[in-house]
């Protein structure tokens, strides 16, 4: 598996970290896909709809043998495994799992679009992704560091 895939995953509706948990066990499950890193839980305020319940958010890394649009199949299953109701399309959610990033490549298909094109202004997406690998260099923008840190608080650190 000598390819490695960030993810940001969300949830704010339902048992929040169960359903969190969850997710990273169905991805663990798959034989082509070996997670390598989890970040802490944080609890993060709506972007983009306001008006609804606060998120929790983590970020992980995993190894994969999966293409990326592989990857974005098993993301979409999950989110439908587990309840995903595409109702308000920024509203609540029961899991949203976003690929960020896939090695170091640029894909633009009608599909998937890679690196993640909202996530250099999503502290909720950028703080996560720091803990588990400080060095990351943001796409697009060159940082190493997170700039704003408004509206993301640790809910539960990382086991
Ligand atoms: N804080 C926060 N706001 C969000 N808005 C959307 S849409 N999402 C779903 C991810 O695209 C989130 C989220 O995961 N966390």
Same mark, same amino acid.
């Given at each position: 598996m000598n390819n490695y895939v960030y993810l940001s995953l969300g949830t704010n509706m339902g048992e929040r970290e169960a359903l969190l948990h969850e997710a990273v066990q169905m991805l663990n499950k798959k034989t082509e896909i070996n997670v390598e890193r989890v970040s802490s839980i944080y609890e993060t305020d709506p972007v983009g709809y306001a008006d609804q !319940? !606060?998120? /929790?958010?983590?970020a992980l890394k995993a190894n994969t043998s999966f293409t990326p649009h592989e990857m974005l199949k098993v993301? /979409? &299953?999950? &989110?439908?495994? /587990?309840? +995903?109701? +595409?109702e308000i399309r920024w509203g609540p959610r029961t899991i949203d799992l976003d690929i960020l990033m896939y090695n170091h490549d640029n894909i633009k298909s009608d599909s998937l679009i890679i690196p993640h094109p909202r996530m250099n202004e999503r502290a909720f997406v950028l703080i996560p992704l720091e803990e588990i690998d400080a060095a990351i260099e943001i796409p697009e923008t060159g940082l190493h560091y997170v700039q704003g840190r408004e509206g993301v608080k640790l809910w539960k650190t990382a086991d």
């Open positions: !319940p !606060p998120f /929790l958010n983590i993301c /979409l &299953e999950i &989110e439908n495994t /587990l309840g +995903r109701k +595409r």
